[in-house]
Structure formats: C-alpha cells, structure tokens
C-alpha cells in the first residue's frame, strides 16, 4: 500500500493481453487461449481482481494516504519561505518599515512580517584583546569593510581563555530588546553541521555588555558555534542600560566575545562583521486578512491597502458568525456601516458607531475582520459554490501559496435569509465544519467534509505567494525597497550577508513514497568498510579531511584511519575527535566487531629524474617538478589513505608536459619502509599512510646540451 504509485494504471484488456503474450515464456505446452479454456477462465479472474484492486487503491483519499506515512514516521514536509537577514546603510534617522513591505530582487520578492523600525545604529570598531587584561588592542577594522576579504584572526594563533573580541557601537538597543549580528568566516575545511550534541563541542564563548555597574552577562542564541563557521548571534539586551566604554581605542556602547574555554581544531578566521540586521521572508502578499479585537475605532496600517479594495466583517454575538458592513459615509444612516479616513500612506481610521447606527460588534477576540486585496485578486476572488459530495476540488487563481497564511471565507444564509460569513483556515476538522485540505502546489482546496457548509459560497481571505528553493539565493546581494513608500528615504541601501535559507514547496505525496522506499532499502548498522568511512566523513560539528576503512574478518576488527582538517600541517588525531567518532561509531556497529581508529602517518616520497626537454622553453624544471608534486600530493588532493601512487601515472604525466621531448629516467622511492613500501616501481602506502613530495631532483637536458 504505502509503496503503490498509481503512475502506470492499465485496464483489464490490457492487463489480459500483457497476460497472454508473457504465457509462452513460462511453458510450451499451453496452447489453447480461447475463453473456453479453464486456464483462461482462471487468469481472467486474477486479473479481473488485480484490476479492481488497483482501482480501489487509486481511489484512496490524499489524507488516507498522508496517514499511512504518518503512522510509519514520514510526514509531509511542508512548504517554506525562505528567511534572509538585511543589513540597511544611509540611514539617517529612525525609519518604521510597516509589515509585508516588499523588497525585490530580481523576480523574487521578499517582505517583512512585522512592523520593523531601522535606526542610524552601526559600527565604530573592531578589536581584539588578548589575555591578560593588560595586553594591547589589534584593530580589525578590515570586518567592518565589504569590499575586504583578508580573514582576520580574532583570538590569535592561539587562541586561549580570556582572549576577548570587543564589538563597538554607536547606540545599543533599549533594555529587553534583541538585535542580530551575522558572522561570515573563511572556512579551510568544510566543517560537517552541528547538532545538539556537538553544538559545545571546541569553545565556550560568554557575551558581555558593558553597563554603569560594569560588564553584563547577555542573553545569546549563537549559531556559529563559537565562531566556528557563518551564522548569525541573536542578542537580548539585559535589564540594565547599557553605558559608554571609554577603555577602547574608541569609544562607544561595547559587546565584548570573552572565551571561557578554547580548544579549537581551527583558528576562528572572520572576513565580516555585520551588525544590527532585521529579517524579510520571500513571500508576496496579494491579499491579507487583519483581525481585531477593538470594537470603536480601529487603525488599519497596510502597504497594498493604499490602493486596494477593503471588505469588513463583524461579529455581532459570541461564537456567531460574521456579518458584512459597508462604508457609508452618511453617520446617521442607520444599518451595517462603517467610517472609513485615510491618515497617512498605507494608514487608515475605521470606525464603527453602534449607537447610532445601530448595529456593531460585540467586544471579543478577533470581533472584527478587515479583509484588503488587490484590483487583480478581486477579479479573481470568488472560488465557487461547496456542492457537498466527497474530495470536491476546487481550482484556486494562484497556485505555490504559503499555507499558514491561506484563508477563505464562507458565504452562507441564516433562517431569516440574510448572508452570514466564516473564516475558513485549512485542517480545521471542528464538529460541522468545511474541513478542506490545500493543495498549495498546485492551487486547489481539497473539501473532504462540507458539514454545515453545502451551499455556501467560497471567497479568498488572505493569499501569500512563494517561491519555494528559489528564495534561497546566495549572499551578497543588493535588494531594492519598493518605492511605493513615500515615507521611506529613497538612498538606504540594503544588503543580504548571508544566504537565503528554509525556502522549500510543501512535498508532495509521491516524494514521501519515494523518501519511505529509500528508508526501507538504507542500512542503519555499518557493514562495509564504506559504511564506516561515509559515518565518519559525516560525523556532525567535525573538520574530516579524509577517512579510509579496512575489514579484518579473521579477527573481526575495523580499522579506521582518519585525517582531521585543522591549521597543522600533519595533524593527529586530537582527543575530542576522537571520542566524538568513537561514539558515533559505537551506535552503528555490529555488536561483535571492534573498532580501531589510527592516526595518519605522513610519508614524503623522493623523486629522482632525467628529463629531456624541447628546445627554447623556459621553465621546464618548474613545470616538471610542478606535474610530479600534484601526483605525489595526497595531502591536497581527493587521493586516500593507502591508495597506491602508480609509477605509470606519474611517468605519463610528466611525459604529456608540452615541454616534455621525452623523460629519460624517473624513479620513485618513499623515504621510509615504515609507512610506504615498493611493489616494482610503484609505491604502496600502509592503511593509514598520506603520501606527500619530498626531495624531487630533476636533470632537464636538451638534444644540444643541459638546459
């Protein structure tokens, strides 16, 4: 059931010939294919069942289906908008950027989801501060400058505790508020993501603000790990107001990074520090649903309510549904109506007088609603009429919608006959309720349940467009404010310094089916020494430059060889690598084998050769030299543990140099039997051998002479 695709449906006359044509393979001796013949009666039969079978399980409803992954552990996955960090220039005095103002790149359109308020904040230093207290500052101010991308080691060469990076501002947020910074290293080795295990794993790092009382402990969500690759450090300012520190080359409000603990396998290495950054979400708001719980006057503060269309609902009665009010600008008119002043750009003043009107909204949560779409959304608003009968599908005019936003309206009538409205979210399977699915992919409302619903007529309500993975673009970009706005200064610039992430389509069905076949058909307990080597290279918050497995089956042992990636040139194992792979190891082995991890051993390989060059070039020597040290070069090179360095290979690549009349003699020998041993004249490492250059000595001669 769970790995059925209906993909490749087939009718019985189909399925009866296939039948017929495949007899032949199985036997020689069934000839007779007319209806009379038992045989056939007995395949029309199976067939006929097949057949019926499959059709019942194409009838199976989508929630079914969703169910039945559930119960194994595979959950849709839903869709996404992609989040992204802006840091804003030029700003020159405090700017409120109002919820789902657009920012545009390209095609793609990101938007905030709250009332943001930008300041002139910004930096005005960088420093390091070694331990002790009395050590001189070391000016990085090369983080505050895009444009440069020399890193910058914050803690020195060697990093210890407390060394202190000082972070210098012009003003800090007020008391309780947050503020993000993002970090962008260079990185050596591509570090493996960490998880809750390994989060703590070479540093421990205490951010400090400085106040009238002295230095204060922070509140930190820090997703570098103790800088240990790029994220952002989310900071909640303490109750104490923060006061300028004069002990820095210059003064300011300060943070301070002060490393309580610091066994780093890599030198934290920074080539940028942004700070003060506010977040967009890639998402484009065609139509929004505000609801209120203020029944007098209300203050409706939307971008695209400017120019579009308002529809407003009140709630006359707890738990009722909602009645619809027009504007009216007669206040003495009796009836549903409703005031209705512009104040400002995207700002407007709704107010209802229920005594003199006579009619109003009964004081609760979300009593009002205020519905704003644009020209184009109300041309396409109205979805249809519930018919009643099972999975009713329902085109929507858009498709690839977010669906946390996605709401529709319900249109029905009371016993009196006069219209009353429902705001209808998805998965709301309430006793009577229209219980619908969205299918946001591909613009459809799935009604699995009409309830008390058959007859009514459907209206969009609120309506949030993405753009799934393409709303992860990459750092570095430029976006542009949409100029509608004529409250926001046009020169501030904005600026992503790091990547999009989170974008993703909610998955569909077929994708769940084929994560499950995958899952039945993946190991979890290691087996093959590719097993070993893909858990070690994988092994979370870890550098892995290389790692090489070996079965020894007589005595039931692994042996692992691994190379972390650190600033040493020939680095051994270190202790926490080693506990961390070992007790990754230990929950996927079989119960009987053994487990050995072995340090690298580093085997310079001499080289000897005579060479005969073209006449006229000039740096032959280099060029041959260069072509031997690349095939030699295990250490930077996608070359493994104890993989065997071929004479053949090395002799062909100096022999194809352009340069290259014909190589003479060439050997190679390793510089030790201990690591490395000969086989005829290629080199043959141990398991846990990298092979590296050692002494090359080349003649480059000519027909005519020495070169």
């Not at 060394?163 to 503020?179: H, M, N, Q, T, W």
Request: net charge negative; charged share 30%; aromatic share 12%.
């Amino acid at each position: 059931m769970l790995t059925y695709t209906d993909g490749n449906r087939k009718t019985f006359d189909e399925r009866m010939a296939e039948a017929i044509t495949e007899i032949p393979l199985y036997t020689d001796e069934w000839t007779d294919f007319n209806p009379s013949d038992p045989g056939m009666t007995i395949l029309e039969t199976l067939l006929g069942f097949g057949t019926l079978q499959q059709e019942s399980m194409d009838e199976i409803p989508f929630k079914a289906r969703q169910n039945l992954f559930k119960l194994v552990g595979f959950e849709i996955q839903k869709g996404r908008c992609a989040r992204l960090l802006l840091a804003a220039s030029n700003v020159k005095e405090n700017v409120l950027i109002p919820a789902n103002h657009k920012f545009r790149i390209g095609e793609l359109v990101f938007e905030t989801n709250r009332e943001t308020e930008l300041s002139d904040r910004r930096l005005l230093g960088i420093y390091g501060k070694k331990a002790p207290e009395d050590s001189e500052y070391e000016d990085f101010f090369e983080l505050m400058n895009r444009e440069t991308t020399v890193p910058a080691y914050i803690f020195g060469d060697k990093p210890q505790q407390g060394d202190c990076l000082y972070v210098i501002a012009s003003s800090l947020p007020d008391r309780g508020k947050e503020f993000t910074f993002f970090v962008s290293l260079k990185e050596r080795y591509n570090r493996n993501p960490f998880d809750g295990r390994t989060k703590r794993l070479f540093a421990d790092i205490e951010w400090e603000v400085f106040c009238e009382g002295g230095w204060q402990k922070l509140d930190v969500r820090d997703n570098t790990y103790a800088f240990l690759q790029s994220g952002e450090i989310r900071f909640w300012m303490p109750d104490e107001p923060a006061a300028v520190f004069e002990g820095a080359p210059v003064s300011g409000y300060a943070l301070r990074a002060r490393l309580v603990r610091s066994e780093y396998d890599v030198k934290p290495r920074l080539v940028a520090f942004d700070a003060f950054l506010f977040e967009v979400w890639q998402k484009d708001t065609i139509c929004e649903c505000h609801s209120e719980s203020r029944t007098g006057e209300i203050e409706l503060f939307s971008e695209i309510s400017d120019d579009a269309y308002i529809d407003v609902f009140c709630r006359e009665g707890k738990g009722e549904s909602y009645r619809k009010y027009e504007y009216n600008p007669d206040r003495h008119a009796k009836g549903r109506y409703y005031d209705s002043e512009k104040t400002g750009y995207g700002r407007r003043l709704i107010r209802f007088d229920k005594r003199n009107r006579g009619y109003g909204a009964e004081k609760g949560r979300d009593c009002v609603k205020l519905v704003v779409y644009t020209e184009d959304v109300m041309r396409k608003y109205s979805l249809g009429k519930v018919l009643g009968y099972d999975n009713q599908e329902i085109e929507l005019p858009y498709n690839h919608i977010v669906a946390r936003s996605f709401c529709i309206i319900a249109k029905r009538y009371d016993d009196d006959g006069s219209e009353i409205y429902d705001f209808v979210r998805p998965d709301k399977n309430d006793d009577g309720a229209l219980y619908y699915h969205l299918l946001e992919n591909d613009g459809k409302i799935l009604i699995e349940d009409a309830g008390r619903f058959i007859g009514s007529e459907l209206y969009l309500a609120s309506v949030e467009l993405n753009s799934g993975p393409d709303g992860n673009i990459r750092e570095g970009n430029y976006l542009k404010s949409d100029d509608s706005n004529p409250d926001l200064p046009r020169d501030m610039v904005f600026f992503n310094p790091g990547a999009g992430t989170g974008g993703a389509y909610r998955e569909r069905i077929e994708s769940v089916r084929r994560r499950f076949i995958m899952d039945m058909e993946s190991s979890y307990t290691a087996v093959t020494g590719k097993d070993y080597e893909k858990i070690v290279l994988s092994t979370p918050g870890l550098c892995i430059h290389k790692a090489h497995a070996e079965m020894d089956e007589s005595r039931n042992l692994v042996r692992i060889a691994v190379k972390q990636g650190t600033d040493e040139e020939f680095p051994r194992l270190s202790d926490i690598y080693r506990r961390i792979i070992r007790e990754r190891l230990e929950e996927r082995r079989l119960l009987t084998t053994r487990i050995e991890l072995l340090d690298p051993v580093y085997m310079p390989v001499n080289v000897n050769a005579v060479v005969y060059v073209k006449p006229h070039y000039e740096g032959a020597s280099g060029a041959i030299e260069e072509a031997i040290k690349r095939k030699i070069d295990y250490l930077g090179s996608d070359k493994n543990f104890g993989e065997v360095l071929k004479f053949d290979e090395v002799f062909h690549a100096v022999e194809s140099l352009e340069c290259v009349e014909y190589v003479y003699e060439l050997s190679l020998r390793p510089q030790s039997p201990a690591g490395a041993t000969m086989r005829d004249a290629d080199v043959i490492p141990e398991l846990n051998c990298l092979l590296y250059p050692g002494n090359i000595r080349i003649d480059a001669l000519t027909l005519e002479g020495e070169d």
